[in-house]
């Protein structure tokens, strides 16, 4: 007799993108999201359009993930879902969704936290990646997101502690409000990194945090960044960002490649003492920031220069993702560890 597959759904709903998963016997089999562009008007994400979007994309997208892995729900062990951190409302479908569909088919569920979800990406095995290198515990995971910076001790793939974090803006919160002030389009980090190729990283010294420990702070930074263009504005008297740019060549990709340069400078010192003090090599990036190029790049510098064993996630991992959440919930179904079918979602919280 064939013995019975391993089939984990997985579905996430956290803040503006719809994704749903599949993983068979240990091996991603589909990761289809579906993104929100109602909010680009907007410069942010609109939390009751993220809800509504969610409502609209839930059922296209589980039914596109699980075509796509050619397995039909009846065949489903357990499904995963993204409990929090995130928009309330935006959760709240996801989580809905998830339990209607667990009840419905008698299967167990899986609550999974989102930040835990982008560090074990890099234990997803797809048919690219079954093969390839992973992580052994304990490792460091520099996660940065639009909403967290932090610098994660994981000792196991439910034990993890963070050692540091920004104690202002995340480093992605900062990208997208420069890049508002320059007047790109929402989010501004992709932007960011792509003008930053085309410009001198070293044009403008921004200004540089001196917190304690591993913490961060991009705050200040972001106000630099803000009083060197004000400063221009006076300087050649003229009151928009494009007037200034007519007269200052170049300037939106200098300050892009300036501000790129100067975050992960400060994202990559606090990461380095980290590694040096505990005395570990493993190092992995986890995030929608983990996408930027120059980051990807310091990972590799360091790794040679500093003999770490780097992991950078691919692309299709970095921002957010059901694979990731489903990644997670796998692990969590190998141990039996299950939740409640009332357990509510939660906006905030922890690693
Ligand atoms: O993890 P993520 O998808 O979700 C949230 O935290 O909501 O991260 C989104 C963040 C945004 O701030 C976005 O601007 C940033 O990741 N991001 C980037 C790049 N791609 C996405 N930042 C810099 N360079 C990129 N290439």
Same mark, same amino acid.
């Given at each position: 007799?064939?013995?019975?597959?391993?089939?984990? =759904?997985?579905? &996430?709903?956290?803040?503006?993108?719809? !994704?749903?998963?599949?993983?068979?016997?240990?091996?991603?089999?589909?990761?289809?999201?579906? !993104?929100?562009?109602?909010?680009?008007?907007?410069?942010?994400?609109?939390? %009751?359009?993220?809800?509504?979007?969610?409502?609209?994309?839930?059922?296209?997208?589980?039914?596109?993930?699980?075509?796509?892995?050619?397995?039909?729900?009846?065949?489903? !062990?357990?499904?995963?879902?993204?409990?929090?951190?995130?928009?309330?409302?935006?959760?709240?479908?996801?989580?809905?969704?998830?339990?209607?569909?667990?009840?419905?088919?008698?299967?167990?569920?899986?609550?999974?936290?989102?930040?835990?979800?982008?560090?074990?990406?890099?234990?997803?095995?797809?048919?690219?990646?079954?093969?390839?290198?992973?992580?052994?515990?304990?490792?460091?995971?520099?996660?940065?997101?639009?909403?967290?910076?932090?610098?994660?001790?994981?000792?196991?793939?439910?034990?993890?502690?963070?050692?540091?974090?920004?104690?202002?803006?995340?480093?992605?919160?900062?990208?997208?409000?420069?890049?508002?002030?320059?007047?790109?389009?929402?989010?501004?980090?992709?932007?960011?990194?792509?003008?930053?190729?085309?410009?001198?990283?070293?044009?403008?010294?921004?200004?540089?945090?001196?917190?304690?420990?591993?913490?961060?702070?991009?705050?200040?930074?972001?106000?630099?960044?803000?009083?060197?263009?004000?400063?221009?504005?006076? %300087?050649?008297?003229?009151?928009?960002?494009?007037?200034?740019?007519?007269?200052?060549?170049?300037?939106?990709?200098?300050?892009?490649?300036? =501000?790129?340069?100067?975050?992960?400078?400060?994202?990559?010192?606090?990461?380095?003492?980290?590694?040096?003090?505990?005395?570990?090599?493993?190092?992995?990036?986890?995030?929608?920031?983990?996408?930027?190029?120059?980051?990807?790049?310091?990972?590799?510098?360091?790794?040679?220069?500093?003999?770490? &064993?780097?992991?950078?996630?691919?692309?299709?991992?970095?921002?957010?993702?059901?694979?990731?959440?489903?990644?997670?919930?796998?692990?969590?179904?190998?141990?039996?560890?299950?939740?409640?079918?009332?357990?509510?979602?939660?906006?905030?919280?922890?690693?």
């Amino acid at each position: 007799m064939m013995e019975k597959k391993t089939v984990i =759904l997985a579905i &996430e709903s956290s803040c503006d993108d719809t !994704s749903s998963a599949v993983i068979v016997d240990g091996i991603l089999r589909s990761n289809v999201t579906a !993104s929100q562009k109602v909010h680009e008007e907007y410069g942010g994400v609109v939390p %009751e359009l993220a809800s509504r979007a969610h409502q609209q994309n839930i059922l296209p997208v589980v039914d596109t993930a699980l075509k796509r892995a050619g397995v039909t729900k009846d065949e489903i !062990s357990a499904i995963a879902f993204t409990r929090g951190p995130g928009l309330l409302g935006s959760l709240l479908v996801g989580t809905s969704f998830a339990k209607g569909l667990a009840l419905a088919l008698n299967v167990p569920l899986i609550d999974v936290n989102h930040l835990q979800g982008h560090v074990l990406a890099h234990f997803i095995s797809d048919q690219a990646s079954a093969e390839s290198r992973k992580p052994q515990f304990p490792f460091l995971c520099l996660l940065v997101s639009g909403g967290n910076s932090q610098i994660v001790l994981v000792k196991a793939y439910n034990d993890m502690q963070i050692i540091g974090q920004t104690i202002d803006d995340a480093a992605g919160e900062a990208f997208d409000k420069c890049a508002k002030v320059l007047g790109l389009p929402y989010p501004g980090g992709p932007h960011i990194d792509r003008l930053a190729k085309l410009g001198d990283p070293n044009k403008y010294p921004f200004a540089k945090p001196n917190i304690p420990n591993y913490d961060y702070s991009f705050s200040g930074l972001k106000t630099s960044f803000l009083y060197t263009l004000r400063d221009m504005l006076k %300087e050649y008297g003229v009151e928009t960002i494009d007037e200034l740019a007519e007269r200052v060549p170049n300037l939106r990709e200098d300050m892009c490649a300036s =501000l790129q340069t100067t975050v992960v400078d400060i994202l990559m010192r606090k990461l380095k003492k980290a590694a040096n003090d505990l005395h570990i090599r493993q190092v992995a990036v986890a995030g929608g920031v983990s996408a930027n190029s120059a980051l990807r790049q310091a990972f590799v510098d360091y790794g040679e220069r500093y003999h770490w &064993e780097v992991f950078i996630p691919p692309f299709s991992y970095t921002t957010d993702n059901a694979a990731m959440v489903c990644q997670a919930g796998y692990f969590k179904y190998l141990d039996h560890d299950f939740c409640a079918i009332d357990e509510v979602p939660y906006a905030k919280t922890t690693i």
